[in-house]
């Protein structure tokens, strides 16, 4: 969905059923930080707000979170907005999905060789991935 498009509710945004859930990564640019990555301007984003590094100081607040959702009977969305706090936890120790998924996502920032990849190389996504990978069920079934 285009940035723009996420408050016009004739544009479909690809529902999540009741009980499923999705994995979303997002690269998290901190208040004050200068960068040359372009942020397409929609709403009035929190943390680009003049001064907000000062407001912020004494917060954990690590990012906002905003979703539309309609009920089944409406045709009009509703907002929700919620902050992110930081836990102040490592990678590692997030969940198993949450670490496979970011080194799904760094494999392929490292295979398109992209900008934004940082100190992202193949040994990083197996050290990453292979802890997290799980069991294989396809290998536990006897034929």
């Known amino acids: 969905m285009q940035n723009q498009d996420f408050n016009d509710d004739k544009e479909d945004a690809r529902e999540i059923g009741a009980g499923h859930s999705v994995t979303a990564l997002y690269e998290i640019i901190p208040a004050g930080i ?3 990555v372009k942020i397409p301007s929609i709403d009035d984003l929190k943390y680009q707000k003049p001064n907000i590094t000062a407001n912020l100081i004494n917060t954990n607040e690590l990012m906002q979170v905003k979703l539309r959702y309609k009920d089944p009977n409406s045709a009009t969305s509703q907002l929700i907005t919620r902050s992110i706090l ?4 490592s990678l590692q120790a997030a969940s198993p999905n949450l670490r496979f998924s970011s080194a799904v996502a760094m494999f392929g920032m490292v295979l398109r060789n992209s900008e934004y990849k940082g100190q992202a190389n193949f040994d990083r996504v197996l050290q990453l991935a292979n802890p997290a990978k799980g069991d294989d069920l396809l290998q536990q079934i006897s034929l």
């Open 34 to 36: 200068e960068s040359d």
């Open 86 to 89: 930081d836990q102040n936890t």
